[in-house]
Protein backbone atom coordinates (compact mmCIF):
# COMPACT_ATOMS: atom_id res chain seq x y z
CA UNK A 1 0.00 0.00 0.00
CA UNK A 2 1.09 3.56 -0.84
CA UNK A 3 0.68 5.27 2.73
CA UNK A 4 0.28 8.75 3.60
CA UNK A 5 1.61 10.18 7.03
CA UNK A 6 -0.44 13.13 7.13
CA UNK A 7 -0.51 16.36 10.32
CA UNK A 8 -3.76 17.53 9.18
CA UNK A 9 -4.52 21.19 7.65
CA UNK A 10 -7.08 22.40 10.81
CA UNK A 11 -7.18 25.68 12.23
CA UNK A 12 -4.87 28.65 10.69
CA UNK A 13 -1.44 28.36 11.88
CA UNK A 14 -2.66 25.77 14.59
CA UNK A 15 0.58 23.99 15.38
CA UNK A 16 -1.49 20.84 16.97
CA UNK A 17 -0.19 18.25 15.44
CA UNK A 18 2.55 15.30 15.70
CA UNK A 19 5.54 17.60 17.35
CA UNK A 20 3.36 19.98 19.10
CA UNK A 21 3.03 20.08 22.99
CA UNK A 22 0.55 22.70 23.05
CA UNK A 23 -2.32 21.81 20.37
CA UNK A 24 -3.21 25.33 19.74
CA UNK A 25 -2.92 27.97 17.63
CA UNK A 26 0.31 30.07 19.05
CA UNK A 27 0.91 33.72 19.06
CA UNK A 28 3.83 33.83 16.81
CA UNK A 29 4.21 31.57 13.75
CA UNK A 30 5.69 28.60 15.39
CA UNK A 31 5.71 25.11 13.70
CA UNK A 32 7.40 21.74 15.06
CA UNK A 33 8.37 19.16 13.19
CA UNK A 34 5.94 16.28 12.79
CA UNK A 35 9.06 13.77 14.27
CA UNK A 36 6.52 11.00 15.46
CA UNK A 37 5.30 10.41 11.88
CA UNK A 38 8.75 10.45 10.38
CA UNK A 39 9.58 7.01 11.90
CA UNK A 40 6.95 4.67 10.25
CA UNK A 41 7.39 6.94 6.74
CA UNK A 42 11.17 5.73 6.84
CA UNK A 43 10.08 2.33 7.05
CA UNK A 44 7.59 2.19 3.54
CA UNK A 45 9.55 3.17 0.37
CA UNK A 46 6.20 4.60 -1.14
CA UNK A 47 5.36 6.55 1.53
CA UNK A 48 5.03 10.39 2.34
CA UNK A 49 5.11 12.62 5.23
CA UNK A 50 2.68 15.85 4.52
CA UNK A 51 2.62 18.46 7.29
CA UNK A 52 -0.34 20.57 6.05
CA UNK A 53 -0.21 23.50 8.66
CA UNK A 54 3.62 24.19 7.91
CA UNK A 55 3.57 23.91 4.09
CA UNK A 56 -0.28 26.19 4.42
CA UNK A 57 -1.76 23.95 2.93
CA UNK A 58 -5.87 23.91 3.16
CA UNK A 59 -8.15 21.00 3.13
CA UNK A 60 -7.95 20.61 -1.14
CA UNK A 61 -4.81 20.86 -1.68
CA UNK A 62 -4.00 18.45 1.44
CA UNK A 63 -6.65 15.96 -0.81
CA UNK A 64 -5.74 16.29 -4.11
CA UNK A 65 -2.49 14.89 -2.72
CA UNK A 66 -4.11 12.45 -0.83
CA UNK A 67 -6.00 10.70 -3.17
CA UNK A 68 -2.96 9.40 -4.72
CA UNK A 69 -2.43 7.13 -1.61
CA UNK A 70 -3.96 3.88 -0.29
CA UNK A 71 -3.87 4.59 2.91
CA UNK A 72 -4.14 7.93 5.42
CA UNK A 73 -2.37 8.47 8.74
CA UNK A 74 -4.53 11.24 10.35
CA UNK A 75 -2.13 12.32 13.28
CA UNK A 76 -5.12 13.80 15.62
CA UNK A 77 -4.97 15.31 18.86
CA UNK A 78 -8.37 16.11 21.20
CA UNK A 79 -8.81 20.09 20.20
CA UNK A 80 -8.59 19.17 16.42
CA UNK A 81 -10.74 16.35 16.13
CA UNK A 82 -13.45 17.24 14.91
CA UNK A 83 -11.77 19.13 12.27
CA UNK A 84 -9.73 15.58 11.00
CA UNK A 85 -12.80 13.86 11.50
CA UNK A 86 -14.39 15.86 8.79
CA UNK A 87 -11.48 15.88 6.66
CA UNK A 88 -11.23 11.97 6.41
CA UNK A 89 -15.06 12.31 5.73
CA UNK A 90 -14.44 14.61 2.29
CA UNK A 91 -11.41 12.58 1.70
CA UNK A 92 -13.50 8.93 1.50
CA UNK A 93 -16.14 10.58 -0.69
CA UNK A 94 -13.91 11.63 -3.39
CA UNK A 95 -12.14 8.11 -2.77
CA UNK A 96 -14.32 5.51 -1.37
CA UNK A 97 -11.43 2.82 -1.43
CA UNK A 98 -9.03 4.89 0.89
CA UNK A 99 -8.04 3.32 4.37
CA UNK A 100 -8.03 5.83 7.05
CA UNK A 101 -6.38 5.80 10.52
CA UNK A 102 -6.02 8.06 13.28
CA UNK A 103 -2.92 8.16 15.65
CA UNK A 104 -2.10 10.44 18.62
CA UNK A 105 -3.11 10.69 22.42
CA UNK A 106 -6.41 11.30 21.99
CA UNK A 107 -7.07 7.88 20.08
CA UNK A 108 -5.03 6.03 22.56
CA UNK A 109 -6.71 7.51 25.76
CA UNK A 110 -10.01 7.51 23.89
CA UNK A 111 -9.58 4.17 21.19
CA UNK A 112 -13.25 3.17 21.09
CA UNK A 113 -14.83 6.64 21.35
CA UNK A 114 -12.65 7.58 18.19
CA UNK A 115 -13.41 5.02 16.08
CA UNK A 116 -16.92 5.44 16.75
CA UNK A 117 -17.06 9.15 15.93
CA UNK A 118 -16.92 8.32 12.55
CA UNK A 119 -17.52 5.36 9.89
CA UNK A 120 -14.88 6.65 8.10
CA UNK A 121 -12.41 5.28 10.36
CA UNK A 122 -11.38 2.27 9.21
CA UNK A 123 -8.86 1.53 12.81
CA UNK A 124 -7.15 3.36 15.39
CA UNK A 125 -3.54 2.76 16.64
CA UNK A 126 -3.00 3.11 20.25
CA UNK A 127 0.28 4.40 21.99
CA UNK A 128 3.38 4.01 19.39
CA UNK A 129 2.88 3.41 16.00
CA UNK A 130 5.82 2.93 14.45
CA UNK A 131 5.74 -1.00 13.57
CA UNK A 132 1.93 -1.03 13.09
CA UNK A 133 1.18 0.81 10.22
CA UNK A 134 3.63 -0.94 7.96
CA UNK A 135 2.64 -3.88 9.10
CA UNK A 136 -0.77 -3.36 7.87
CA UNK A 137 0.95 -1.59 4.65
CA UNK A 138 2.44 -5.19 3.61
CA UNK A 139 -0.61 -6.95 4.35
CA UNK A 140 -1.14 -7.97 7.95
CA UNK A 141 -4.28 -8.87 8.87
CA UNK A 142 -6.00 -6.30 11.55
CA UNK A 143 -6.54 -9.09 13.66
CA UNK A 144 -3.11 -9.78 14.42
CA UNK A 145 -1.70 -6.61 14.68
CA UNK A 146 -0.97 -5.40 18.44
CA UNK A 147 -2.06 -1.85 19.73
CA UNK A 148 -4.88 -1.36 16.95
CA UNK A 149 -8.59 -0.85 17.74
CA UNK A 150 -10.23 -1.55 14.75
CA UNK A 151 -14.21 -2.98 13.66
CA UNK A 152 -15.08 -6.07 12.48
CA UNK A 153 -17.69 -6.48 9.07
CA UNK A 154 -20.44 -7.57 11.98
CA UNK A 155 -19.64 -3.71 13.58
CA UNK A 156 -18.40 -5.10 16.35
CA UNK A 157 -15.41 -2.86 17.75
CA UNK A 158 -12.28 -5.03 19.00
CA UNK A 159 -9.45 -3.88 21.00
CA UNK A 160 -5.95 -6.05 20.12
CA UNK A 161 -3.59 -6.21 23.37
CA UNK A 162 -0.78 -3.40 23.33
CA UNK A 163 2.36 -4.43 21.95
CA UNK A 164 5.26 -4.07 24.31
CA UNK A 165 7.02 -0.50 25.26
CA UNK A 166 9.85 -0.09 21.88
CA UNK A 167 13.15 -0.78 24.37
CA UNK A 168 15.46 -0.52 20.86
CA UNK A 169 15.45 3.21 19.57
CA UNK A 170 18.89 2.98 17.75
CA UNK A 171 16.56 0.51 15.40
CA UNK A 172 14.47 2.75 14.08
CA UNK A 173 14.91 5.45 11.32
CA UNK A 174 16.62 8.46 11.07
CA UNK A 175 14.00 11.24 11.42
CA UNK A 176 16.30 13.48 9.47
CA UNK A 177 16.24 11.32 6.64
CA UNK A 178 12.33 11.47 5.99
CA UNK A 179 12.92 15.45 6.44
CA UNK A 180 15.11 15.76 3.74
CA UNK A 181 12.71 13.29 1.31
CA UNK A 182 9.47 14.87 1.94
CA UNK A 183 9.58 18.16 4.21
CA UNK A 184 11.21 22.05 3.47
CA UNK A 185 13.55 23.57 6.24
CA UNK A 186 12.32 26.80 5.42
CA UNK A 187 8.52 26.15 6.48
CA UNK A 188 9.76 25.79 10.24
CA UNK A 189 10.46 28.36 12.69
CA UNK A 190 10.40 28.89 16.55
CA UNK A 191 10.66 32.39 17.58
CA UNK A 192 13.32 31.97 20.07
CA UNK A 193 15.18 29.95 18.15
CA UNK A 194 18.64 30.20 15.07
CA UNK A 195 16.17 29.93 12.15
CA UNK A 196 16.13 27.72 10.12
CA UNK A 197 16.22 24.81 12.58
CA UNK A 198 15.82 20.89 12.62
CA UNK A 199 14.46 19.03 15.89
CA UNK A 200 14.93 15.00 16.82
CA UNK A 201 14.30 13.23 19.68
CA UNK A 202 17.18 11.27 21.41
CA UNK A 203 14.80 9.27 23.32
CA UNK A 204 10.85 9.01 24.47
CA UNK A 205 8.93 9.25 27.34
CA UNK A 206 9.61 11.55 30.97
CA UNK A 207 10.56 10.16 34.08
CA UNK A 208 9.00 13.07 35.82
CA UNK A 209 4.96 12.91 36.92
CA UNK A 210 3.53 16.27 36.19
CA UNK A 211 0.22 15.67 36.64
CA UNK A 212 -0.92 18.07 33.59
CA UNK A 213 1.83 17.06 30.97
CA UNK A 214 -0.23 15.23 27.97
CA UNK A 215 2.53 12.82 26.47
CA UNK A 216 4.12 10.39 29.34
CA UNK A 217 0.59 9.92 30.70
CA UNK A 218 -1.30 9.26 27.58
CA UNK A 219 1.60 8.09 25.20
CA UNK A 220 5.18 8.13 25.46
CA UNK A 221 5.53 6.83 28.95
CA UNK A 222 6.01 7.82 32.18
CA UNK A 223 9.98 6.40 31.68
CA UNK A 224 12.69 7.53 29.68
CA UNK A 225 13.68 5.28 26.65
CA UNK A 226 16.84 6.82 24.93
CA UNK A 227 18.82 6.57 22.00
CA UNK A 228 22.89 5.56 22.36
CA UNK A 229 25.42 8.78 21.91
CA UNK A 230 26.69 7.29 19.14
CA UNK A 231 23.48 6.76 17.13
CA UNK A 232 22.05 10.46 18.33
CA UNK A 233 25.54 12.03 17.17
CA UNK A 234 25.02 10.32 13.56
CA UNK A 235 22.08 11.57 13.16
CA UNK A 236 23.00 15.25 14.03
CA UNK A 237 25.73 14.56 11.81
CA UNK A 238 23.39 13.81 8.79
CA UNK A 239 21.79 16.59 9.55
CA UNK A 240 24.38 19.40 8.95
CA UNK A 241 25.31 17.71 6.07
CA UNK A 242 21.79 17.65 4.57
CA UNK A 243 21.14 21.26 5.44
CA UNK A 244 24.34 23.41 5.51
CA UNK A 245 22.19 26.91 5.80
CA UNK A 246 21.09 25.30 9.20
CA UNK A 247 21.78 27.49 11.85
CA UNK A 248 20.86 25.18 15.35
CA UNK A 249 19.79 21.99 15.69
CA UNK A 250 17.25 21.32 18.37
CA UNK A 251 16.67 17.85 21.03
CA UNK A 252 12.86 17.81 21.53
CA UNK A 253 13.13 15.00 24.43
CA UNK A 254 10.34 16.25 27.13
CA UNK A 255 13.85 16.38 28.78
CA UNK A 256 16.89 15.70 27.08
CA UNK A 257 18.99 16.56 31.02
CA UNK A 258 17.09 13.49 33.08
CA UNK A 259 19.61 11.10 32.59
CA UNK A 260 22.68 14.15 33.26
CA UNK A 261 25.78 11.56 32.77
CA UNK A 262 24.18 10.59 29.38
CA UNK A 263 23.41 14.76 28.66
CA UNK A 264 27.31 14.91 29.20
CA UNK A 265 28.51 12.60 27.17
CA UNK A 266 26.24 13.58 24.04
CA UNK A 267 27.71 17.03 24.37
CA UNK A 268 31.31 15.20 24.21
CA UNK A 269 30.62 13.75 20.55
CA UNK A 270 28.84 16.90 19.61
CA UNK A 271 31.27 19.26 19.90
CA UNK A 272 33.07 18.32 16.72
CA UNK A 273 30.48 19.69 15.23
CA UNK A 274 30.84 23.16 15.86
CA UNK A 275 26.81 24.10 15.79
CA UNK A 276 24.73 25.65 18.18
CA UNK A 277 21.76 23.64 19.50
CA UNK A 278 19.37 23.51 22.23
CA UNK A 279 17.27 21.29 24.28
CA UNK A 280 14.48 20.88 27.01
CA UNK A 281 15.83 20.31 30.36
CA UNK A 282 14.65 20.57 33.73
CA UNK A 283 15.76 23.07 36.21
CA UNK A 284 17.19 20.59 38.63
CA UNK A 285 20.08 20.11 35.85
CA UNK A 286 23.66 20.53 37.95
CA UNK A 287 25.96 23.69 37.09
CA UNK A 288 28.72 21.24 35.63
CA UNK A 289 26.12 19.39 33.15
CA UNK A 290 24.94 23.46 32.04
CA UNK A 291 28.47 24.26 31.52
CA UNK A 292 29.79 20.91 29.37
CA UNK A 293 26.71 21.44 27.19
CA UNK A 294 27.67 24.78 26.93
CA UNK A 295 31.24 24.39 26.15
CA UNK A 296 30.03 21.44 23.69
CA UNK A 297 27.86 24.82 21.79
CA UNK A 298 24.50 24.53 23.55
CA UNK A 299 22.79 27.82 23.06
CA UNK A 300 19.46 27.50 24.35
CA UNK A 301 17.35 26.09 27.15
CA UNK A 302 13.30 25.06 26.85
CA UNK A 303 12.90 25.07 30.83
CA UNK A 304 9.44 24.50 32.44
CA UNK A 305 9.25 26.84 35.11
CA UNK A 306 4.96 26.63 35.38
CA UNK A 307 4.71 28.27 38.43
CA UNK A 308 6.15 30.79 40.82
CA UNK A 309 4.03 28.95 43.66
CA UNK A 310 5.48 25.94 45.60
CA UNK A 311 2.58 25.20 46.78
CA UNK A 312 1.40 24.72 42.96
CA UNK A 313 4.40 23.08 41.99
CA UNK A 314 3.69 20.42 44.36
CA UNK A 315 0.50 20.11 43.45
CA UNK A 316 1.33 19.19 40.02
CA UNK A 317 4.31 16.99 41.15
CA UNK A 318 6.90 19.20 39.12
CA UNK A 319 9.70 17.87 41.01
CA UNK A 320 11.13 21.11 41.53
CA UNK A 321 11.05 24.31 43.69
CA UNK A 322 11.04 27.89 42.88
CA UNK A 323 14.22 27.94 44.67
CA UNK A 324 15.88 25.36 42.51
CA UNK A 325 14.53 27.69 39.34
CA UNK A 326 16.32 30.59 40.66
CA UNK A 327 19.38 28.76 41.11
CA UNK A 328 19.28 27.53 37.39
CA UNK A 329 18.60 30.65 35.85
CA UNK A 330 21.14 32.10 37.63
CA UNK A 331 23.88 29.30 36.66
CA UNK A 332 22.08 29.86 32.37
CA UNK A 333 23.31 33.48 32.88
CA UNK A 334 26.93 32.97 34.19
CA UNK A 335 27.22 30.01 31.50
CA UNK A 336 26.03 32.93 28.90
CA UNK A 337 23.06 29.76 27.85
CA UNK A 338 19.65 31.79 26.91
CA UNK A 339 16.45 30.67 28.43
CA UNK A 340 13.30 30.14 27.04
CA UNK A 341 10.66 29.37 30.24
CA UNK A 342 7.12 27.92 29.81
CA UNK A 343 4.79 29.20 32.20
CA UNK A 344 0.69 27.76 32.87
CA UNK A 345 -1.70 29.62 34.60
CA UNK A 346 -4.74 27.77 35.80
CA UNK A 347 -3.10 24.68 37.66
CA UNK A 348 -4.68 23.32 40.54
CA UNK A 349 -4.42 25.22 43.21
CA UNK A 350 -4.55 28.55 41.38
CA UNK A 351 -5.56 31.98 43.46
CA UNK A 352 -5.19 35.62 42.41
CA UNK A 353 -2.46 35.56 44.42
CA UNK A 354 -0.43 32.49 42.82
CA UNK A 355 -0.88 34.33 39.54
CA UNK A 356 0.72 37.15 40.94
CA UNK A 357 3.69 35.10 42.17
CA UNK A 358 3.67 33.93 39.16
CA UNK A 359 4.12 37.01 36.87
CA UNK A 360 6.86 38.61 39.58
CA UNK A 361 9.06 35.35 39.64
CA UNK A 362 9.03 35.38 36.00
CA UNK A 363 10.09 38.82 36.29
CA UNK A 364 12.64 38.57 38.53
CA UNK A 365 14.11 35.36 36.86
CA UNK A 366 14.73 37.54 34.11
CA UNK A 367 15.57 34.59 31.47
CA UNK A 368 14.99 35.36 27.86
CA UNK A 369 12.14 35.06 26.24
CA UNK A 370 8.62 32.94 27.97
CA UNK A 371 5.61 30.84 26.80
CA UNK A 372 2.08 31.76 28.83
CA UNK A 373 -0.11 28.91 28.15
CA UNK A 374 -3.89 28.24 29.89
CA UNK A 375 -3.60 25.13 31.88
CA UNK A 376 -5.74 22.04 29.35
CA UNK A 377 -7.24 18.97 30.92
CA UNK A 378 -6.31 16.70 28.50
CA UNK A 379 -8.46 13.43 28.34
CA UNK A 380 -6.23 10.81 30.32
CA UNK A 381 -4.35 13.10 32.55
CA UNK A 382 -4.23 13.49 36.09
CA UNK A 383 -5.12 17.01 36.02
CA UNK A 384 -8.44 16.11 33.66
CA UNK A 385 -9.27 13.82 36.17
CA UNK A 386 -8.68 16.19 39.43
CA UNK A 387 -11.13 18.66 37.44
CA UNK A 388 -13.86 16.11 37.03
CA UNK A 389 -13.89 14.99 40.61
CA UNK A 390 -14.04 18.65 41.87
CA UNK A 391 -16.00 19.98 39.49
CA UNK A 392 -13.82 22.33 38.42
CA UNK A 393 -14.37 21.39 34.63
CA UNK A 394 -16.54 24.47 32.95
CA UNK A 395 -16.52 23.36 29.17
CA UNK A 396 -14.97 20.69 27.47
CA UNK A 397 -13.57 22.45 24.01
CA UNK A 398 -9.88 23.32 24.93
CA UNK A 399 -9.51 25.62 21.89
CA UNK A 400 -12.55 28.22 20.54
CA UNK A 401 -13.75 28.08 17.00
CA UNK A 402 -10.61 29.87 15.36
CA UNK A 403 -7.88 27.47 17.54
CA UNK A 404 -7.11 30.01 20.31
CA UNK A 405 -6.74 28.58 23.80
CA UNK A 406 -9.84 28.94 26.23
CA UNK A 407 -9.83 28.25 29.95
CA UNK A 408 -12.19 25.63 30.60
CA UNK A 409 -11.47 25.72 34.80
CA UNK A 410 -12.19 27.58 37.05
CA UNK A 411 -11.72 27.20 41.15
CA UNK A 412 -13.11 28.55 44.44
CA UNK A 413 -10.54 31.65 44.43
CA UNK A 414 -9.94 32.56 40.55
CA UNK A 415 -12.97 32.63 38.07
CA UNK A 416 -11.85 30.83 34.49
CA UNK A 417 -12.12 34.36 32.93
CA UNK A 418 -9.47 36.24 35.52
CA UNK A 419 -7.06 32.95 34.43
CA UNK A 420 -7.66 33.49 31.07
CA UNK A 421 -7.06 37.54 31.18
CA UNK A 422 -3.72 36.92 33.28
CA UNK A 423 -1.91 35.36 30.38
CA UNK A 424 -1.94 38.56 28.45
CA UNK A 425 -0.91 40.53 31.91
CA UNK A 426 1.29 37.76 32.04
CA UNK A 427 2.90 38.54 28.65
CA UNK A 428 2.44 42.42 29.70
CA UNK A 429 4.49 42.74 32.91
CA UNK A 430 7.25 40.84 31.69
CA UNK A 431 7.91 41.69 28.01
CA UNK A 432 7.08 45.56 28.94
CA UNK A 433 9.98 45.99 31.68
CA UNK A 434 12.83 47.95 30.38
CA UNK A 435 15.47 45.50 30.96
CA UNK A 436 13.75 43.13 28.62
CA UNK A 437 13.00 45.79 26.02
CA UNK A 438 16.68 46.90 26.37
CA UNK A 439 17.97 43.02 25.83
CA UNK A 440 15.48 42.93 22.79
CA UNK A 441 17.04 46.05 21.07
CA UNK A 442 20.50 45.63 21.35
CA UNK A 443 20.09 41.89 19.50
CA UNK A 444 17.97 43.43 16.97
CA UNK A 445 20.68 45.92 16.40
CA UNK A 446 23.62 43.55 16.05
CA UNK A 447 21.63 41.15 13.64
CA UNK A 448 19.60 42.12 10.73
CA UNK A 449 17.65 38.92 10.12
CA UNK A 450 17.09 39.10 13.98
CA UNK A 451 15.43 42.63 13.82
CA UNK A 452 13.19 41.85 10.56
CA UNK A 453 12.08 38.74 12.32
CA UNK A 454 11.87 40.45 15.28
CA UNK A 455 9.50 43.30 13.94
CA UNK A 456 7.09 40.55 12.04
CA UNK A 457 6.83 38.96 15.05
CA UNK A 458 5.92 41.77 17.36
CA UNK A 459 3.03 42.33 14.64
CA UNK A 460 1.83 38.71 14.85
CA UNK A 461 1.70 38.72 18.40
CA UNK A 462 -0.07 42.09 18.67
CA UNK A 463 -2.62 40.96 16.02
CA UNK A 464 -3.06 37.61 18.04
CA UNK A 465 -3.73 39.23 21.34
CA UNK A 466 -6.12 41.28 19.92
CA UNK A 467 -7.73 38.96 18.12
CA UNK A 468 -7.86 36.45 21.14
CA UNK A 469 -9.32 39.18 23.57
CA UNK A 470 -12.36 40.25 20.87
CA UNK A 471 -13.28 36.48 20.57
CA UNK A 472 -12.59 35.95 24.70
CA UNK A 473 -15.39 38.95 24.74
CA UNK A 474 -18.01 37.35 22.14
CA UNK A 475 -18.18 34.18 23.75
CA UNK A 476 -18.81 35.72 26.89
CA UNK A 477 -16.56 34.11 28.97
Keep these: MKVLFLNPPSFKDFDGGAGSRYQAQREVRSFWYPTWLAYPAGMLQDSLLLDAPAANLGVKQTLDIARNFDLTVFYTSTPSLKNDIATAERLKREKPTMKVTFVGPHP ?47 GEVVTNPLAPELKDLDSLPFAADVYKRDLKLEHYEIPWMLNPYVSVYTGRGCGSQ ?19 PENVAEEVGKIIKYWPKMRQYFFDDDTFTEQQPRAREISRKLARFGKEWGCNTKVVVSYETLKEMRDAGCRVLVAGFESGSNQILKNIQKGATVQQAYEFARNCRKLGILVHGTFIVGLPGETRETLEESMRFACELDIDTIQVSLASPYPGTKFYEHVIKNGYMTAESLVSEHGYQTCNVSYPDVTSREIFDAMD ?52 C
Design 210 to 228: CTFCLWPQTFSGNRYRVRT
Design 108 to 154: TVLPRETLQASGVIDFVVRKEFDYAIPDYANGRPLSEIPSVTWRRED
Design 425 to 476: LFYRRFYFRGRCIKRIVGRMLKDPDERNRKLREGVEFVKFMLRRRAGASAAN
